[in-house]
Every structure is written in C-alpha cells, then in structure tokens.
C-alpha cells in the first residue's frame, strides 16, 4: 500500500512494485514479497528496443525512463521474475525506483522485516 | 555555449535542439509529435517559437520548430511572444477541425484559449483522434519492425499498414497505441487475442496458468532478440511471481 501511495497517478494510489506472493498450496509461513532484484544481466534492459531502462552506474539501480518508453509490454514479458508490472492508466510498466534512494516500503514496515541498506 | 531563452542565459550544447536546451533549463514549450525515444520530425508545429541568430537586426525574427531547430552562438528565442501565442493558437484551430474529440487536443486549445475552430470538422475519418503527429510511424520503423507508415498526401494522408493490409512485419506489441499521445489506434483485446491494424494476433497463453502473455509474433521477436529461449516470455507476471516467492521460500531460514 505504501508503494502505490507512493507512487500515485493523478490523485490515485497506482500501481504497487511491491508484491507479495502466496503459495498455491497455503504452507504456512509461505508468503514471500518479491521486488525488483536490480540484476546484473537484466533482461528489462536487454528486451528494451527504446533504451527507457537504464542503469545509474552510480547506484548500480536500474530505472525506467517514462519519456523514452514506447509501452511495447517487453519487458513485463522478459522480467524472469515477475517484478515488472504494466500500468494500464499511463500505458507503461513501473518497476521498483527505489524511490529515489529512500524506499518507504522499508520506512513504513512495522515489523522491520524490510531494511535498506 | 550559452543562448537566450526568454531573455536569460541558457546553457547550450552544440548539436542539440532549442527544445532540448529549453527543456532542461525548465522552459515549457508545448509538444505533440515529439518522443524522446526516436528522431523528431517537425510534424505537429506546436513548439513554434520565434528565434533572432547573432547579427541580425533589432526587429528582424524568424518563426521556427523549438524540435527541429540547432542552437547555435548568439541565439535568442523567445517561446511566448504574442507572434509565438497567435501561431499557436492557429494551430490549434487547424487540430482542433481534425481531431475535436482528442484529448491531448483539447488540453492544448484550452490552455491556449481556442475554444472552437472555424475551419470545418473532419467527415468519415477513419481514425478521428489521429493527428497525424507520426510517432506511431517513427517508433515502429526506427525501434520495432517497421509495419505501419504514412501513406497518401495533403487531406488524404493515413497511417496504417502498407496498401491498407494487415501487415506481416506487425508483431502487435502495441508500442504504436502506447505512445500515441492522442490514444488514437483502436487495440481490441478479448483476452485470447489481439486486433490491431486490422490483423489479429493470438495470446500466448501462460505455461503455468493459461492467463494471456504476449503474441507470439511479439514472443518470437524478443527471442530472437534477447537470444533466450521463447518459452521463457511465456510465463504470465502473476506466475513469475509466484515462483520467485518459491525460491525465496526454498533458499529463507
């Protein structure tokens, strides 16, 4: 919730980079969240015909640049990881910014479970 | 270098458009047709403004696209002049008669206060909101196949497939539709498959699920291009998902 807040598209919360994802069997303890790995070799960036990710050698993060994406959807298609999700209200797909450096997931997670560092 | 905008000292790099350098010195200059993922074309004259190159005299100017137009030593544009708001505004009119019913449009007119046009509307468009800006064009010959163009001259001019055809160079990514700024390219997607340019498209239905992924023209296109195997585009991000939460499960203490 606090990455779609975060993250709002005209006055609405938007889409969250964040996901949790559940077991299919219901194991207890299962309930993982999944986030944008920033990889080495980033398949985002390889399926990019546009060049609208890229890489801050500074930070080694990886980010979308929504001015040079054409919404062509390949790289939702190519994130092995399922961390690239598309925004049917702006026609582009967000992925984790880390919000510029300071990530409120893990400001605003109360049990301390998420830390970055 | 430095050139004028509006009056103050901008900072310029040679080779680069008044666009770009007024963009980054925070000037607003409006803009239909222009993308930062391909070439600009000039085509929606929106970012006229008016320039004065070094040695020119006091009152002499010159009417240009900010898109298209180099910096150069000594330039002075202004993006706001009345003679700059009344070429706008003419524009406008001319945009508004094609596409009234185009969002990005009607933003633009009603900023610029033209509330209606006396030129006469469009009949039987076959895409109404196409302002005929050319990105679609652009992005798909210079970044994707290259399946759509324009066609016909002057009132008759269109974009669409060669000869009117379904195109077998299109992999229906949609990256035409995504960037139009005036939504203009119907997509109709039933959750099977996909139309678009008058060819339909089947979705590849996801390995895990069966929920709808991407063509397989799209698939077999970034296959080629990553050099992955295709059956790795064929995982819907909701199953992606859920087997990255199963590493992290196998791999967690």
């Known amino acids: ?117 | 270098m430095k050139i004028l905008i509006n009056g103050r000292a901008v900072t310029a790099f040679k080779g680069e458009t008044v666009l770009t350098a007024a963009r980054r010195a925070g000037v607003e200059i409006p803009t239909l047709c222009h993308h930062e993922a391909v070439e600009d074309s000039g085509a929606c004259r929106m970012c006229m403004v008016e320039i004065r190159e070094a040695g020119w005299d006091e009152d002499r100017t010159k009417l240009v696209t900010a898109c298209l137009f180099p910096v150069e030593e000594g330039l002075s544009v202004q993006t706001d002049s009345p003679e700059v708001r009344r070429t706008r505004k003419e524009i406008l009119e001319l945009l508004l008669a094609r596409s009234p019913e185009a969002e990005a449009v009607r933003v633009l007119a009603a900023k610029y206060g033209v509330e209606s046009s006396p030129y006469p509307d469009r009949e039987d468009a076959e895409l109404p909101n196409c302002i005929l800006c050319g990105i679609c064009t652009r992005v798909c010959q210079a970044l994707v196949t290259g399946a759509i163009t324009m066609s016909e001259r002057g009132p008759n001019k269109i974009v669409g497939p060669p000869f009117g055809e379904a195109a077998d160079a299109c992999i229906g990514c949609m990256a035409c539709a995504s960037s139009c700024p005036t939504n203009a390219i119907p997509v109709e997607d039933t959750g099977t498959t996909r139309t678009i340019w008058g060819r339909t498209f089947d979705l590849v239905p996801c390995a895990i699920c069966g929920a709808p992924t991407g063509t397989r023209e799209q698939i077999d296109w970034l296959a080629k291009k990553t050099g992955r195997a295709a059956a790795d585009f064929e995982i819907c991000v909701a199953c992606k998902t859920k087997a990255t939460g199963e590493v992290w499960h196998r791999i967690s203490w």
């Open chain 1, 1 to 117: 919730m606090t990455c779609a807040f975060s993250h709002p598209v005209e006055g609405q919360p938007g889409t969250s980079r964040i996901r949790i994802a559940s077991d299919p069997q219901g194991r207890p303890g299962f309930s993982k969240m999944t986030i944008c790995l920033q990889c080495e070799d980033a398949g985002c960036v390889a399926a990019c015909p546009a060049n609208a990710l890229w890489r801050d050698p500074a930070t080694g993060a990886i980010y979308h640049k929504t001015d040079r994406c054409i919404g062509c959807q390949s790289c939702v298609l190519a994130c092995p990881f399922g961390n690239m999700h598309w925004e049917e209200a702006t026609n582009h797909p967000v992925k984790c910014d880390l919000c510029g450096g300071d990530p409120k997931c893990a400001k605003f997670c109360p049990s301390g479970a998420l830390v970055f560092k």
